[in-house]
């Protein structure tokens, strides 16, 4: 079993919709989380951190964490096409450095 | 500001050789990470260096790969003898410190290798 799950989609929305991901993982250990996005054959972006429980909002993206479930989410307000790429959860544990990723999900939201 | 920045962007190389990628961290970083992406699968860590340390290589495979980052110059992944499995992006992420965890990771744009 991996240590974080993440559906690879894809997940097709039209634009203005709101894109919902999320990822499990297995390990407690895990105490910082992160999303990035990542373009066709570009790096990885980051978009998001966060440590505690709960919500965190930065303009159309809102991250959440819930450490009881081990579950974590992203959603996307007034999608646009150009957030068409996928996205990538990543968590490192306490007084770690290598962050663990998902798979990935691939979005694509249509004009 | 530039961003990390690794070369080349493509390498081709043919079985039995040598590639070298290379990754200059942001201004100000001096955590060095490498990350390896197969096709159709999710980055996977593979080694954490400080400037002519290396701190954490549990996720670089046990033969033909090695990683330095030294005083002077970019950080270097070499892996000796490619085989076709070789074949993927591998990507450099740098950090200006790394104190439990609360550090961000900041990627370069990769490096893909093709193994003929």
């Known amino acids: 079993q991996k240590e974080v799950e993440q559906d690879p989609g894809p997940l097709s929305v039209p634009e203005g919709a709101i894109v919902s991901l999320n990822c499990t993982y297995s390990?407690?250990?895990?105490?910082?989380f992160m999303w990035y996005r990542q373009y066709s054959r570009k790096g990885p972006e980051l978009l998001m951190y966060?440590?505690?429980?709960g919500n965190k909002e930065d303009g159309r993206f809102t991250a959440q964490v819930d450490k009881s479930s081990k579950y974590i989410s992203l959603f996307i307000r007034d999608s646009q096409p150009s957030d068409s790429a996928t996205y990538l959860c990543a968590m490192i544990k306490a007084a770690g450095n290598k962050l663990t990723f998902g798979g990935g999900t691939r979005v694509l939201v249509k004009p | 500001n530039a961003g990390v920045m690794q070369n080349p962007r493509h390498l081709v190389r043919r079985r039995g050789q040598e590639a070298r990628l290379r990754c200059s961290p942001m201004?100000?970083?001096?955590?060095v990470y490498w990350y390896r992406q197969l096709p159709e699968e999710g980055l996977k860590f593979m080694v954490y260096l400080q400037k002519e340390n290396i701190i954490d290589e549990s996720g670089m495979p046990k033969e033909r790969f090695s990683a330095e980052f030294p005083k002077e110059g970019p950080s270097i992944l070499r892996i000796q003898q490619v085989v076709r499995g070789d074949s993927a992006a591998y990507f450099c992420?740098?950090?200006?410190?790394?104190?439990?965890?609360?550090?961000?990771?900041?990627f370069g744009p990769g490096t893909r290798l093709t193994v003929l």
């Open positions: 966060t440590y505690s429980s």
């Open positions: 390990n407690s250990a895990f105490q910082y």
């Open positions: 201004k100000g970083h001096s955590h």
């Open positions: 992420a740098s950090s200006p410190f790394a104190v439990g965890g609360a550090d961000t990771q900041y």
